[in-house]
């Protein structure tokens, strides 16, 4: 069956955008939950490249803006990104634009794909900690940069490189499969 490159790219987003809606319902709570976001943004960064990826994030962002429970925790509204750990949902649109720029530029192996993950992960750590930091001071006080790494990226190191390793070997299990369909085989 040929599907025309503007149904496949609908079709593309929209499993993105589910795909991280379910991996964020996975989640064990705590000061930023453990979820599988970050192994879903990874994933559809690499197998989809920048342009859809980024799609799917702003599609999944807009549908948690408009109060549909897409967040960690079945949560949704205004109110999750504009929160504490809001940055982190925003530094995913980071972690997409690295991941996906390497992965459409070819450089498809296990190594760079791995490198990729890990550096978005870490913008998206440094972007989601300066706002953590900013809006916890706003409503509580102030909180150190030493404490907002305990709470909030130092418990996440090794269950975050263990995702970024999974969605890595994926991405390049799915490669091949996804060429033959885009070539009509």
Known sequence: MNVSPSVRRILTVAVGAALLTV??????????PF????????????LFGAPSALLSLLIYVLLGLAGIPVFAGFRGGAGVLLGATG???LGFFFTALIV?????A????????????????????AFGTAW??????????????????GWCVIPYLIPDAVKILLAAWLARRLYPVLSRKRNGA
Do not use: D, H
């Open 23 to 32: 991996c964020s319902w996975i989640s064990i709570p705590l000061t930023i």
């Open 100 to 104: 996906g720029l390497t992965a459409s």
């Open 132 to 149: 953590f930091m900013t809006v916890y001071a706003r409503n509580t006080g102030p909180v150190g940069l030493g404490t907002a790494l």
């Open 35 to 46: 979820t599988l976001q970050t192994f879903a943004v990874c994933l559809i960064s690499a």
């Open 87 to 89: 940055g982190y949902i």
């Open 106 to 125: 070819r450089k498809r192996g296990l190594p760079s794909l791995i490198v990729s993950m890990a550096a978005g992960v870490l913008v998206c750590y």
